[in-house]
């Protein structure tokens, strides 16, 4: 079944203790993206990968890290974690970038993170 | 950069037609305009594409004018279902690739 997965779906931890939010997809696509969502605010993209290699900052980067080594995979890390990067987290894919070409979106299912 | 402007919320009744326009001023000439919806605590989800005119498929119509600097998402018939967020999105360039720009999007309440 083709799908963008996330993990954790939830967690719960400490300012400044690092860590990663996993993205898989399966889909082979060549572009990756991470976007976090607040009440009022919509989705804004964080960071975005058109390929391996190839990452580039969205709307809200900072405070946040991505990589891409490999085509399937683009972790989101959070290097020190604050309370202010509270939020839902939604990793999604494309077999090419949207605007070039008529590929949608996939989305995971999204991760709940709350930093205390 | 091509944002995009969309009414905050709407309401509509089931069985009703539901039109939801999206400004988008700034648009580039190789952007498409895409619509996602999205339930709670869901991720969003492609609805339709599209580049000019009309688009129609199983779930909705996308009209396009010439201009392309709106569209309007048609919903046929909604139902309770129907009830989410909906955004207008519209590919941007920057430095060479495509940076993606949502909306805040429209919430829609389905009443029975």
């Known amino acids: 079944e083709a799908q963008v997965t996330q993990n954790p779906r939830y967690l719960i931890t400490v300012t400044g203790k690092k860590l990663t939010v996993t993205c898989s997809q399966n889909?082979?696509?060549?572009?990756m993206s991470w976007y976090r969502q607040d009440p009022g605010l919509g989705l804004r993209q964080i960071y975005y990968?058109?390929?391996?290699?190839?990452?580039d900052k969205g709307d809200v980067p900072e405070g946040y890290k991505v990589s891409r080594k490999e085509k399937r995979n683009f972790p989101l890390i959070l290097e020190s974690p604050s309370p202010n990067q509270t939020s839902l987290y939604f990793c999604?894919?494309?077999?090419?970038?949207?605007?070039?070409?008529?590929?949608?979106?996939?989305f995971g299912d999204g991760t709940r993170l709350s930093i205390l | 950069l091509a944002k995009t402007t969309q009414p905050i919320s709407m309401d509509s009744y089931e069985g009703q037609e539901v039109n939801i326009t999206c400004s988008h001023n700034?648009?580039?000439?190789?952007?498409?305009i895409t619509w996602y919806q999205q339930f709670p605590s869901q991720g969003p989800r492609f609805i339709i594409q599209?580049?000019?005119t009309k688009v129609t498929n199983e779930v909705a119509s996308l009209f396009i004018p010439a201009d392309r600097k709106s569209s309007t998402l048609s919903l046929p018939r909604v139902s309770l279902s129907d009830t989410a967020v909906y955004y207008c999105?519209?590919?941007?360039?920057?430095?060479?690739?495509?940076?993606?720009?949502f909306g805040a999007g429209t919430r829609l309440a389905v009443h029975p």
């Open positions: 999604a894919s494309s077999l090419t970038g949207v605007a070039f070409s008529n590929q949608p979106q996939h």
């Open positions: 889909m082979n696509h060549e572009y």
């Open positions: 990968s058109m390929n391996v290699e190839v990452t």
């Open positions: 700034n648009i580039a000439t190789n952007d498409y």
């Open positions: 599209g580049y000019k």
């Open positions: 999105l519209v590919g941007a360039r920057a430095g060479g690739y495509n940076k993606l720009i």
